[in-house]
């Protein structure tokens, strides 16, 4: 089954599957609240969702009442998401390893970050931070990646809900890397993550500090020549 669709033009079906895959464990009535249909209409969706093996139900039990089911992504539905010629990347990624030394294959990887920072060059080193945000889950949509953002105590956190590179990131731990360097390349800010799909957590968060110090080191800015 194909990638959902482009976010300006989801369908009901893409909408819940976004609801579900940024609320593990979401109940008939707030998938209906987010895609704005009724909960019988929510109902046939989840139907055929779980009939294809694409999400998967649990039901809670109450203590007064029935019992109601709550709904969360299967191993297949997860796949959904980041599945973008997995198979291809990882065959290419064991064979440059198997011909390159470790830390040019780190190099590669930063050119990669360096090469999207060029393209958007001009774009957003003049915003204002949370602009730069903004701009930022932006362009981790482009790249594949469903992302928020909320303001906290001490700066800003970033959710990933999705991820691009989930499949290979196991085996090929690099990969992994490239959101966090991309991150810190437009924000000009320390990035520490939080959590991460791979070591079981529902989503990967990362934590941004209103502070440049130490950044200089880790910093990925563009060549002005």
């Given amino acids: 089954m194909d990638e959902p669709a482009n976010p300006k033009k989801r369908t009901t079906r893409d909408i819940?599957?976004?609801?579900?895959?940024?609320?593990?464990?979401?109940?008939?009535?707030?998938?209906?609240?987010?895609?704005?249909?009724?909960?019988?209409t929510v109902r046939h969706h989840l139907n055929a969702l779980?009939?294809?093996?694409?999400?998967?139900?649990?039901?809670?039990?109450?203590?007064?009442?029935?019992?109601?089911?709550?709904?969360?992504l299967s191993e297949?539905?997860?796949e959904l998401f980041p599945k973008r010629y997995v198979r291809l990347t990882s065959r290419l990624l064991d064979e440059l390893k198997g011909r390159l030394p470790q830390e040019v294959i780190n190099e590669i990887f930063?050119?990669?970050?360096n090469t999207v920072l060029e393209e958007h060059k001009g774009e957003f080193e003049h915003l204002p931070i949370e602009e730069?945000?903004?701009?930022?889950?932006?362009?981790?949509s482009?790249?594949?990646?469903?992302?928020?953002?909320?303001?906290?105590t001490s700066g800003y956190r970033l959710v990933e809900y999705s991820c691009p590179y989930l499949s290979i990131g196991s085996t090929h731990a690099e990969v992994c890397e490239f959101d966090k360097q991309l991150m810190t390349g437009v924000l000009q800010l320390q990035v520490h993550q939080d959590s991460c799909m791979l070591h079981g957590a529902n989503c990967?968060?990362?934590?941004?500090?209103?502070q440049t110090n130490s950044v200089e080191s880790q910093r990925y800015s563009l060549d002005t020549n």
Wanted: charged share 20%; proline share 4%.
């Fill in 50 to 72: 779980q009939a294809e093996g694409t999400i998967e139900a649990a039901s809670v039990r109450r203590k007064v009442g029935r019992p109601y089911y709550v709904y969360s």
């Fill in 76 to 78: 297949q539905g997860q």
């Fill in 204 to 210: 990967c968060q990362f934590s941004i500090e209103l």
């Fill in 132 to 140: 730069r945000m903004d701009y930022l889950v932006n362009l981790l």
């Fill in 142 to 152: 482009d790249e594949g990646f469903l992302s928020t953002w909320e303001k906290t």
């Fill in 110 to 113: 930063s050119g990669l970050v």
């Fill in 16 to 40: 819940i599957l976004h609801s579900i895959k940024q609320t593990p464990q979401s109940t008939v009535d707030e998938l209906a609240e987010a895609a704005e249909i009724s909960p019988v």
